[in-house]
């Protein structure tokens, strides 16, 4: 019997407005506040700085993703390039690291539903994940559609904080610092989260016309939009109230709208960053249970994850088990935790998707899309390696502990599952 595969319903559009969906996110409505406090007025600065460290990074997903068209993506990468270990506890980082997120932003989302509506904080954050499953279970094209319907809608809520700053133009020094260069650079280190999900692009492959073509255009389009948008927020928002207001405020965006054009406006942000933050939910679920159908296919994890339904053509095992432990994860709640352990496996595969490109270009393996090169050097994923090498060794030492703890248990994992013949691992 011929085994049910992904349906490729995505166009490049579709996939690039996913990506936007995934970059944007819940972060820009929280993280430009504290941001501002440590960069000042140059906050924009900060963003900038940040997207150009995320291009050469997106630049070698691309690449690699026009290599191979998988929905595996990073594990697909890494194994191809160092073997099937290292390659699993990337893997293991990642999906661990995106149940974390989902049970995280979700009680992001009740905190911004319960400002507006009383409810019991985690029944709300409990019933925004299993929506998300719902709406997954139903399929790749209808989770997309609702995933671009809330892009859009987030999108516009950015884009009107950057029409309100317009008349405010010119009326604060956009290189005022609030902590000196230092300041930039701790900025973008933080404002780095917000650019997390341009990668996720690569693990819509198998589910994408033509990948080779349209995964890498998504991945440096999403990246492109998304920073214009960031940077125009910035600078409208230290236009209209400053970067002391900003970096004191909680609910920073809807404090510019609501200086701008009054309270009312404050309702109007407050329920764009409910959906914003839902959209999150649903983004972060629908790109890791990719990535654990992509690993499950490949034999790595238990086989049953690989399970496509005939009807919906989506892996609906996979969403299930994602949908309960994150669920389970909802008891953490601890965002700067979470967080940084987030931070560290993102930059950690980072580093290593820039050195696996490294390693096929010194190979002359090619791709469909490929990086420039210097000379017999390869330049673009050398400087994301670098770059991502740069932020991995600024981070905390107890979110590095943390990290490695979690290594330790998917360790125990890829070693009773080899031996009781649950996963393939030669």
């Known amino acids: 019997m011929a085994k049910t595969k992904l349906r490729r319903a995505l ?7 996913v990506g936007v969906g995934i970059i944007l996110g819940a972060g820009i409505y929280v993280l430009i506040g504290k941001a501002a406090g440590l960069a000042g007025n140059a906050v924009w600065l900060s963003f ?3 997207a150009i460290a995320c291009t050469f990074t997106g630049l070698s997903y691309a690449e690699l993703a026009s290599m191979f068209p998988k929905a595996g993506a990073e594990y697909v990468y890494i194994s191809q390039a160092f073997g099937k270990r290292l390659a699993w506890f990337i893997g293991w980082l990642l999906i661990i690291g995106g149940m974390l997120g989902a049970a995280t932003v979700s009680l992001g989302f009740a905190g911004y539903f319960t400002a507006l509506f009383q409810a019991p904080r985690l029944l709300v954050a409990a019933t925004a994940i299993l929506v998300c499953c719902l709406i997954l279970v139903a399929g790749i094209k209808e989770s997309a559609w609702v995933e671009i319907a809330f892009t859009l809608l987030e999108a516009a809520g950015l884009v009107t904080i950057v029409l309100l700053g317009l008349p405010y133009l010119g009326r604060v020094d956009y290189l005022e610092l609030a902590n000196g260069i230092e300041g930039i650079f701790q900025a973008a280190a933080l404002i780095f989260f917000a650019y997390i999900g341009f990668e996720s692009v690569a693990r819509l492959s198998e589910e994408t016309r033509d990948p080779r073509r349209n995964i890498p255009l998504a991945i440096i389009a999403s990246l492109a939009i998304s920073t214009l948008l960031y940077m ?13 207001q900003l970096a004191e405020s909680e609910a920073p965006l809807a404090l510019v709208a609501s200086v701008a054009l009054g309270d009312e406006a404050f309702k109007l942000l407050t329920i764009i960053a409910i959906f914003a933050t839902f959209n999150t939910i649903l983004a972060v679920m629908l790109t890791t249970i990719r990535l654990i159908y992509g690993m499950a296919s ?5 086989r049953f994850l690989e399970h496509v339904s005939r009807g919906t053509r989506v892996p609906v095992e996979a969403t299930l088990v994602t949908t309960l432990i994150s669920l389970s994860f909802l008891l953490l709640g601890n965002l700067k935790t979470i967080a940084s352990m987030t931070n560290f496996a993102t930059l950690l595969t980072f580093a290593l998707v820039n050195l696996s490109l490294v390693k096929f270009k010194i190979e002359g393996r090619k791709g469909k899309f490929s990086t420039p090169m210097l000379g017999k050097a390869p330049l673009i994923p ?7 090498l740069a932020m991995l ?3 905390e030492t107890e979110a ?3 990290s490695l703890f979690l290594v330790g248990i998917g360790l125990f994992l890829y070693l009773a599952m080899d031996r009781s013949g649950m996963i393939k691992s030669s």
Not at 11 to 17: C, K, P, R, V
Not at 382 to 388: A, I, N, Q, R, T
């Open 298 to 302: 490949l034999k790595v994890l238990p």
């Open 393 to 395: 060794i600024c981070l």
């Open 232 to 244: 125009g927020v910035a600078i409208a928002s230290v236009s209209v109230i400053g970067w002391r």
């Open 400 to 402: 590095i502990l943390y």
């Open 48 to 50: 900038f700085l940040v």
């Open 11 to 17: 166009g490049f559009w579709e996939a690039t407005l």
């Open 382 to 388: 050398l400087l994301g390696l670098l770059g991502s």
